[in-house]
Structure formats: C-alpha cells, structure tokens
C-alpha cells in the first residue's frame, strides 16, 4: 500500500496524509447516513455535551456508556438559554461516537475497507483490533476548538499502538478548523493520561514536555476523501469553527491486538461484543 517514500515520512513525521483515499461517492453515503443518525438523536438531560477545553465537565456516564453504542454529544453553543436546541441537529452535534463501525452497516462497511488493513499492516498493526469510532461534525459557527493532545492519551495500550484515521468528509481548511499536527511529535513523550480513577474519570498531567507551537506544526488542510492517519502520541489540535461551512470528518482509532487493552480506558467492551478486526 505505501511506498518506501512514505513509510520513510510515517518514521520522521508520525503521520501521513493520503489525498483521495476514499471515493466521492462513499463519502457522500457517509456524509448522508451521519446526517440521519443525528437527526434521530435526541437531547436528553444527561446526553452531555462534549468540550475537550473542559474536562471536567464531561459527562463521565454518558461517554462511558457509549463505548459499545451510538450515542451523540452536543456543541457546547448549540443550546437557547432555556436549554433548547438553536438549529437543526447535524448543525447542533459535536460528534456521534463510539461504535458505529460495529452498530452501523453503512460505517462498518466504510471502516472495514481491505486497503485500511493493508495500510495499517504496513504500519506495524498487524493484527487490528477497531476500537472507537466518531463522526466529528464540527458545524459552522459554534464547532469546538479540540486542544492539543495526543490520542493515546484517551486510549491505554500496553505497549502503545493506537492509529489514529482521519478521513475529511468535507474539504478542512484553516477557516473550518482542519487538523495541525506535529511533525516528529510521535518520538515525545505521552504528557497526559485519560482514564479512570477511584473517583470517576481523570485526566492526569504525566509530562511536562510543552505542546508545539503552530509555527512547528503543519495545517492539514485537505479535500474531503483523504485521509490523514496519525501515530497514537503525535500531537495535534483543531480550532474552533467560525466559518459557514461544516468540516465533517469520521476517525478510526485501531491497535494491535497484540499489545494489552488497559482496565484504565474509560472505553472497554461489554463480554459478548468484543473490539473486531478489519473482517
Ligand atoms: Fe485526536
């Protein structure tokens, strides 16, 4: 899948970014089903409302019991004083997440793509185990800014082994909040951990190794098809969308089976509905 050039840029850089990965037309099929499932989804008092700049105010049940579900989370903005939604649901969303590739037909067959499997082979994932899925709708004018982190900060494997894949369900451009990532970010440090504790979930400082600049980060900036894939400690971030277009993305998270899934996850699979593979 990947040619020794790339394989030499995944090494140095910890991601890589494929223009035209995915065809239009299983794009736009993604794009029309993640529309349905927000449409159907309703807001209940304790659905949450996801904000990575304020931890603590995630809603710890309503993530963790959508580790084997679909389940939505709400824009921070996204509400009228009196707790009504302002717009329309797609416009409303943060993200659907954390199984559509195993609850869904039409994200399973996106996610179970042969060539994801050839491609995270030639990235040392041998034997991957898809564990979370999000649709990040990212809506114009209130889409939140996503901080740096590094993913394998929210996903514990011992050792580690997440990938990240980011597929653009719409072009991402500066002014909808595309991807920054680090280039050689992956050979730091992981600096926070995500997970749980004996009081709920916590995200624990481990390193105090500073986040890069966006001057020694590079703007992903991509039309929708491609699909950038990340190193589990690259860091990366996103701004806010204040722009009139939406930047849909779906991700992936995968890690190889050989390495341990850690109790610590705030994601852990019931018995009976295990993480699978590409097949
Ligand atoms: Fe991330």
Not at 64 to 91: C, K, M, P, T, Y
Not at 256 to 277: E, H, I, K, M, V
Request: proline share 7%.
């Amino acid at each position: 899948m990947l040619s020794p050039e790339q394989l030499q840029r995944w090494q140095q850089d910890g991601f890589l970014v494929l223009p035209g990965f995915k065809p239009a037309d299983e794009v736009a099929r993604l794009r029309e089903r993640a529309i349905a499932l927000a449409q159907a989804f309703e807001p209940t008092p304790d659905t949450g409302v996801f904000s990575t700049t304020q931890p603590r105010k995630l809603a710890d049940a309503a993530l963790i019991a959508s580790a084997d579900q679909v389940h939505g989370f709400f824009e921070e903005e996204a509400f009228d004083a009196a707790g009504r939604l302002r717009q329309a649901h797609a416009r409303s969303l943060n993200k659907i997440g954390h199984a559509l590739h195993d609850r869904d037909p039409v994200f399973s067959a996106f996610s179970r793509d042969p060539r994801l499997a050839e491609l995270a082979r030639d990235l040392g994932v041998a034997r991957a185990r898809l564990w979370q899925s999000m649709l990040i709708f990212k809506p114009p004018a209130i889409g939140g800014e996503v901080r740096w982190h590094q993913d394998a900060t929210y996903l514990i494997t011992e050792p580690q082994s997440v990938l990240g894949l980011w597929f653009a369900l719409e072009d991402a451009t500066r002014d909808n909040g595309c991807l920054w990532l680090q280039p050689g970010g992956h050979r730091g440090p992981l600096r926070e951990r995500f997970g749980r504790g004996p009081e709920g979930l916590v995200l624990e400082r481990l390193d105090d190794t500073p986040w890069p600049t966006l001057e020694q980060s590079v703007c992903a900036e991509v039309e929708a098809g491609a699909l950038v894939v990340f190193h589990g400690l690259t860091p990366h971030c996103s701004a806010a969308n204040r722009s009139p277009h939406s930047r849909m993305a779906y991700t992936l998270h995968i890690a190889d089976a050989s390495s341990a899934w850690s109790d610590l996850n705030w994601l852990q699979r019931p018995a009976g509905f295990p993480a699978r593979g590409f097949d």
